[in-house]
């Protein structure tokens, strides 16, 4: 039985292999902009930092089951990056939490040209979306006024 190919080896993918996980990435990213409606009793920014330092975190799930050492660590230091610019947002600029899903985004789809962490086929190019989608959105608030920092 053949072991399929995956990271910078496999053959990249198509558009059309692309559709799915970017269509279910404008749903989420629309979801995660819309977050803070779920829990009312907390300010929007740290409704937006926690999902900011949930999203980069799943990375680290993803390192482990890859099992190498050095793409364990470089997840684990790119999360804690990602947690230290959410933690700063909150009581810092909005700005931080569109910076930082803005660069969750660039993260991935520089994950998804180099296959760095294993198995993440489609992930990185579903996250991308979320994490542009819902930095757009939140950056659209913060101009237009909506509530996102108190």
């Given at each position: 039985m053949a072991v399929p190919v995956t990271g910078p080896a496999a053959a990249p993918a198509r558009p059309r292999d692309l559709r799915a996980p970017v269509?279910?990435?404008?749903?989420?990213?629309?979801?995660q902009a819309a977050s803070p409606l779920a829990f009312p009793w907390l300010d929007p920014a740290t409704v937006y930092a926690l999902g900011l330092a949930f999203i980069a975190a799943v990375y680290v799930g993803f390192a482990v089951a890859?099992?190498?050492?050095?793409?364990?660590?470089a997840e684990v230091a790119v999360t804690a990056l990602f947690v230290v610019v959410a933690a700063v947002?909150?009581?810092?600029?909005?700005?931080?939490?569109v910076a930082g899903l803005a660069g969750h985004g660039v993260k991935d789809a520089w994950q998804h040209r180099t296959g760095f962490v294993r198995g993440t086929r489609w992930w990185p190019p579903f996250c991308a979306t979320v994490d542009w989608v819902a930095a757009a959105l939140v950056a659209l608030a913060v101009t237009t006024g909506f509530p996102v920092a108190v």
């Open positions: 269509t279910w990435g404008v749903v989420v990213g629309v979801l890859d099992g190498r050492r050095h793409v364990l660590v947002a909150v009581p810092g600029s909005p700005w931080l939490l």
